[in-house]
């Protein structure tokens, strides 16, 4: 069979290119490596190699012949036994290789190469708490650490790692005991290596284990952030679905208390800007443990975003076996008619007291909890928006590009017509956060801020 | 160097030979490590009344090391470090009103109040912070080096940093670069045994840390971090090879954390048996003291004037800082952008 030369794409932008010069004539032996001719593009000059052997058969287009277009046959190469006479003399239209279509009628292609099979997952559903349950007051360090070891024990795969998490417990005292039950095999202590050490835990999640990383807390994150982005919430996608990253990175996210700009920080719309990354922010107890249970079995990496300042505050848990919490789902903390408002993490618990001061100016607020920021529940925000028909974001980062200009912009497009006031966001001003009690108090959302936001939507 | 193995020496003065040294230095050097303990001292004492809050790492028992380091440096030399600064500052000549007014987040401290213990600057002293980030402080003081080699002028860098540190990467990215370029950087690290409760043999798989340069060709001394003299003397030795164009060199200096990591910390990853045996066997400030009575220097009497006038200084910095107001409220938008 005869082999056609096709012009090549010397550059992932090139749809056509300039033939200058053969550098062979018909009839001419050729091997693999000769080269054949001069190509030019935009960008360069460059030699065409042929990487068959045989016999020059026809040129089809002219030295000096510009515009040839990307994949149009430029010479025919005959092999032996081939018939130089039977060859076409004009120029062949652009040669298009047949996009593979993938055959729905086939077997899965089932191969023993396959690397590494996604970990079954069944998707969490949120579990009824029937009437009568036994409530148990925890912390929400307490509730991470039982979310943690319930997980630890039910899967062997699942560990601890970070800095400070074995001996010394946690810098927050969230591993508390852990060491203690699960040993040094699973509990471990690193060095100061968040780069390294996020790095190490993604590897061992690409073979099917099921690292829980603790940052101290993110602020340091961001030494580590390329592995979180690059490494772990591109892998999946990048191999085609053929490799899985179950891991979870969590700590304390948002600004502590006085601690100054570079350790005050909140994360939320820098994760819940990825794809392949799922990001959560607890706020209650009960969702602290069920969702990072949930995070724990969820076949995809998970910023689980903590908050320094709530570890010590104290809420009920259901006393069920295996208490889970699904991703994905906002829940409405507190109905109401006037406004909405939604909140993630401590906020909620501001976002409510802003919806008791103005309970008694006759206001009704309904508080969305996010719980989880990516995916967003969107259903959950614009069922209760075309409600209320008001909208007051709150949360701790920037507004700039922020969680609450995201919820603006969907509510926007999804509920456009049930809005009766532009929507408001409530987040920290912006400028890093100071160090002076004041300039720090001045910058951060509290409850009456939000209160005087849902205020301004509601035009009282 | 060139091309010569790094050599890794031990520099100690326990026998000490004063011969070389004045009764004015000597007493300069008393001087400043007792204001940095009373410093400290009093700002622990400050936090405890809740007047300074969030993050405070005190420097008490590494006195010697920056006291010592700046002797061997000039006028025109850079430090960088990391959070635990205070020491540094107050030895580069900073103003203990300025800095202890930061740490109480009033309009008079050295960041206006916008800063906090962790996060201050000062141009004039040519003190580059006060960083929070663990590690950073390397390649931002390689930088400074980077900036004196390529405007050819004779400054060093000074950046110092903690064990726990010395395991980010950026360290050896920074290493790396330091000795392709030959930048006049010293590293000092700040050995003082524990990364908050971690202690180094359990963070490390080569605890002499200052072999680390090896695999670049940096040179590394292991230097007594609680004798001030030998301290000078490193850092002196490691001035004179960064300035003559020879690149890099780290010092490793044996020290130790009286206090807990942060005023946080309960500190029980080490029996108080051992912090008591260190303070009792090698403070930097009573050994000093020692020598200076043996070379007859000065007596009990003249030390204990020394301390009554760094009491008042103290005492002063931390009146200052509490009558200081609050940063004006317009202040929290300025100084976000030029
Ligand atoms: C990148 C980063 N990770 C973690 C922390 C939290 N942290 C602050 S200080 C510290 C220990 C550092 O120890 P070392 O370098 O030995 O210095 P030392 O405190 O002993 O002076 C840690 C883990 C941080 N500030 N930055
Ligand atoms: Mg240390």
């Known amino acids: ?50 990487v068959d052997d045989g016999i ?71 579990m009824d708490v029937p009437a009568g349950t036994k409530m148990v007051e925890t912390t929400i360090r307490d509730a991470l650490r039982d979310a943690m070891a319930e997980e630890m024990r039910r899967d062997e795969d699942v560990f601890l790692i970070g800095e400070e998490v074995a001996q010394y417990q946690g810098a927050y005292k969230v591993s508390r005991e852990m060491l203690e039950e699960f040993g040094s095999r699973r509990v471990i202590d690193t060095p100061i290596t968040e780069h390294g050490f996020a790095g190490l835990a ?115 848990v259901p006393d069920v076996e295996d208490w889970l919490v699904p991703i994905g789902q906002a829940l409405v903390r507190r109905e109401g008619t006037d406004a909405t408002i939604t909140a993630h993490s401590r906020m909620v618990g501001f976002s409510l007291q802003a919806a008791e001061i103005l309970s008694q100016e006759g206001i009704s607020v309904e508080v969305i909890d996010l719980r989880t920021i990516r995916p967003l529940d969107e259903e959950t925000i614009l069922a209760s928006v075309r409600k209320t028909n008001r909208l007051v974001t709150a949360e701790e980062s920037w507004g700039r590009m922020g969680i609450g200009a995201e919820i603006a912009a969907m509510v926007t497009e999804g509920a456009f017509d049930y809005l009766d006031a ?26 009456e801020r939000i209160a005087q936001a849902v205020r301004e939507v509601c035009y009282v | 160097m060139s091309g010569s193995s790094p050599k890794s020496k031990k520099i100690s003065k326990k026998k000490k030979n004063v011969s070389n040294y004045d009764s004015t230095e000597l007493l300069h050097y008393y001087r400043e490590m007792l204001q940095i303990r009373r410093f400290e001292e009093k700002a622990g004492q400050l936090y405890g009344m809740g007047l300074i809050a969030g993050f405070c790492h005190l420097y008490i028992g590494q006195e010697a090391v920056v006291v010592g380091m700046q002797a061997a440096i000039e006028d025109g030399d850079q430090v960088i470090t990391g959070y635990r600064d205070h020491g540094h500052m107050l030895t580069l000549g900073m103003e203990p009103r300025g800095v202890m007014a930061e740490l109480t987040g009033r309009e008079g401290g050295y960041s206006k109040g916008k800063g906090g213990s962790m996060h201050m600057f000062s141009t004039e002293k040519n003190f580059f912070g006060g960083h929070g980030i663990v590690g950073a402080q390397v390649s931002l003081g390689t930088g400074l080096a980077f900036a004196n080699s390529y ?76 004798d001030v003299l030998a301290v000078k003397e490193a850092g002196e030795m490691a001035v004179a090879h960064a300035r003559a164009g020879k690149g890099p060199m780290i010092l490793e200096m044996k020290t130790y954390r009286y206090r807990g990591h942060s005023m946080s910390d309960p500190a029980k990853y080490r029996t108080r048996e051992e912090v008591n045996s260190v303070r009792a066997q090698s403070d930097p400030i009573e050994q000093l003291k020692q020598t200076i009575f043996e070379a007859g220097f000065a007596d009990e009497a003249a030390l204990k004037e020394i301390d009554k006038e760094i009491k008042a200084i103290v005492n002063d910095a931390a009146d200052f800082a509490k009558d200081s107001p609050e940063p004006d409220p317009s202040e929290l938008y300025t100084d976000v952008l030029a």
């Open chain 1, 1 to 50: 069979m005869a082999i056609e030369i096709l012009m090549p794409a010397l550059s992932p932008t090139m749809e056509e290119g300039s033939l200058t010069k053969w550098l062979v004539k018909e009839g001419d032996p050729i091997q693999s490596g000769d080269i054949l001719a001069e190509i030019e593009t935009d960008k360069a000059t460059m030699e065409i190699e042929s």
């Open chain 1, 56 to 126: 020059m058969g026809k040129l089809l287009v002219d030295a000096g012949s510009e515009n040839v277009a990307v994949n149009t046959v430029i010479a025919v190469l005959l092999e032996d036994g081939d018939d130089a006479d039977a060859l076409p003399t004009a120029t062949a239209p652009a040669h298009q290789p047949e996009p593979s279509k993938p055959d729905v009628a086939d077997e899965p292609a089932t191969t023993s190469e396959t690397l590494i099979s996604p970990p079954a997952f069944e998707p969490v559903v949120q």
């Open chain 1, 202 to 316: 993604v590897g061992a999640a690409f073979t099917g284990l099921r690292p829980v990383v603790e940052f101290m807390t993110f602020n340091f994150a961001m030494q580590a952030i390329d592995h979180i982005i690059n490494s772990a919430a591109k892998t999946r996608y990048m191999s085609g679905g053929q490799m899985a990253c179950p891991i979870v990175f969590r700590g304390p996210n948002g600004a502590a208390s006085r601690v100054g700009a570079q350790h005050s920080q909140d994360y939320a719309p820098w994760y819940g800007h990825v794809p392949g990354l799922k990001v959560v922010a607890p706020y209650d107890a009960a969702d602290a443990k069920g969702l990072l249970k949930s995070a724990i079995r969820d076949p995809n990496p998970v910023v689980f975003l903590e908050h320094e300042l709530m570890y010590g505050e104290t809420f009920d």
């Open chain 1, 422 to 447: 532009p929507p408001k966001r409530v987040h920290q001003v912006e400028t890093p956060l100071a160090y002076a009690a004041n300039l720090e108090s001045l910058s951060m959302p509290n409850p």
């Open chain 2, 151 to 226: 405007r050819g002028n004779d400054r060093v860098s000074l950046a110092y940093f903690g064990d726990g540190a010395a395991n980010q990467g950026q360290v050896y990215e920074s290493f790396n670069m330091a000795k392709l370029w030959d930048l006049p950087v010293i590293y000092v690290i700040e050995n003082n045994h524990y990364a908050m409760g971690t202690a180094i043999v359990r963070s490390s798989s080569e605890t002499h840390l200052h072999k680390r340069g090896a695999s670049f060709g940096i040179p590394g001394v292991e230097v007594d971090g609680m």
